[in-house]
């Protein structure tokens, strides 16, 4: 009796190791597996789509002067918080002011008599000194029309965006980096108004008069790629909530209102709400407290110059 349970204890143990062996088995190189054609083609056709478009942006990127490669934050705001000045920290101190080191890439002058100087002049959209301006930032977001800031100073302007939004404040960049062929294009289309508006003006006044307003090509601080214009190239901007807002608040990201109208006659420039100019922290902290524009600043306190 023993004899035959061991027969049969061996032949169901012998039916268990086949069942699992068939279970692992792999199909042989030659062997197909089955598979649905409805799934197959599916798969198929979306890894085609996606290559086509992959490709198409791609191409379209390439094409496009403004959206040519360079350093690029990922588009999802800032990831950094801008410094705080110390407790002890004083703006008024004027020995603070003497101390401002104004060889920095920072404290560049541009305006009307001291020119950009020719490494400016010479960058182009996507140069490694440059970086784009989030599409997020810009007027309509949809719309592919990048722009650029100094690398330096790009997350400073995203982060002044975005602490402006969490106080339901909206700045859009509507101008930023401008390479010299731009503003040459901008400041003839300048003269041109003018002429326009003012028949007989000789073409020298013409050009003088479009100074004020748009700034010659190669004096621009737009040219640098440190200045940027929020909104609106209106002088009503100066009466919304953005603008007071970045009155309040731009000093703390490194920025300063840079056109106001009692200064006119120091920057040459007539007053423009919407221009911000990116000189650092500490320096926008000393220029807003002593009351000066940034070439009354410089020439008070930078006394090697």
Not at 248 to 254: K, Q, S
Request: glycine share 6%.
């Amino acid at each position: 009796m023993k004899k035959y349970v061991s027969l049969i204890l061996c032949i169901i143990l012998c039916l268990t190791v086949t069942a699992c062996g068939g279970k692992d088995k792999k199909p042989d190189a030659g062997e197909s597996k089955p598979t649905s054609g409805t799934q197959s083609t599916v798969s198929d056709d979306s890894s085609s789509n996606t290559s086509s478009e992959t490709s198409s942006e791609a191409s379209s990127e390439a094409s496009s002067s403004e959206e040519s490669s360079s350093a690029e934050t990922p588009d999802n705001g800032p990831s950094f918080t801008p410094e705080k000045m110390p407790a002890d920290f004083d703006p008024t101190s004027e020995a603070e002011c003497y101390a401002v080191d104004f060889d920095s890439w920072q404290m560049y002058l541009a305006n009307p008599w001291n020119p950009v100087p020719d490494e400016w002049l010479t960058m182009q959209y996507g140069d490694s000194g440059l970086a784009k301006v989030l599409q997020k930032y810009r007027p309509n977001p949809a719309v592919n029309s990048q722009l650029y800031f100094d690398a330096r100073a790009t997350d400073y302007l995203h982060a002044m965006i975005e602490a402006a939004e969490k106080d339901g404040i909206n700045l859009d960049v509507i101008s930023a980096y401008r390479t010299n062929e731009f503003q040459t294009g901008n400041f003839e289309r300048q003269v041109n108004s003018v002429k326009a508006n003012n028949p007989g003006i000789s073409d020298a006044e013409a050009r003088e008069k479009a100074a004020t307003v748009v700034a010659k090509p190669g004096t621009s601080e737009h040219q640098l790629g440190l200045a940027v214009d929020f909104n609106s190239v209106e002088d009503s901007f100066r009466n919304t909530r953005a603008y007071k807002w970045l009155v309040e608040n731009c000093t703390d990201y490194g920025f300063i209102l840079r056109y106001e109208a009692e200064k006119q006659d120091k920057t040459g420039i007539i007053p423009e709400p919407w221009h911000y100019r990116y000189v650092g922290v500490k320096n926008a902290k000393l220029i807003e407290a002593s009351g000066l524009c940034m070439e009354e600043f410089i020439e008070k306190y930078n006394v090697e110059g």
